[in-house]
């Protein structure tokens, strides 16, 4: 069993840089491939990014290529969004999710998830 806490969201104007946070409890952090998705009102979960368990391995959608930025650090249990640019479509609630098969860009792949935190980008 995994459990992940998100962190770090807030309000920014366009053009601004987050970073949100995901701690995650319980053994072998290493072992689970994470990813972060975010959530529009009235759109489908949407994949912002994901790593690899040793974190070599990274994946973004071509719309935040570029402009943010997945990383963890395994001793502290935690994976990064680093999120430069910001812009008013970025608006959404971010989920971190982590599985323990390959990373991956569908949401059915990831077997747990944290509650979100909400990032809303001003014009």
């Known amino acids: 069993q995994v459990q992940l806490v998100e962190s770090g969201g807030g309000l920014v104007q366009a053009g601004g840089s987050l970073r949100l946070s995901c701690a995650a409890s319980g053994r072998a952090f290493s072992n689970y491939a994470m990813g972060w998705f975010r959530q529009a009102p009235g759109k489908e979960r949407e994949f912002v990014a994901a790593i690899s368990g040793s974190g070599s391995n990274t994946y973004y959608p071509d719309s935040v290529k570029g402009r943010f930025t997945i990383s963890r650090d395994n001793a502290k249990n935690t994976v990064y969004l680093q999120m430069n640019s910001l812009k008013p479509e970025d608006t959404a609630v971010y989920y971190c999710?982590?599985?323990?098969?390959?990373?991956?860009?569908?949401?059915?792949?990831?077997?747990?998830w944290g509650q979100g935190t909400q990032v809303t980008v001003s014009s």
């Open positions: 999710a982590a599985t323990d098969r390959r990373a991956s860009m569908w949401p059915a792949t990831y077997d747990y």
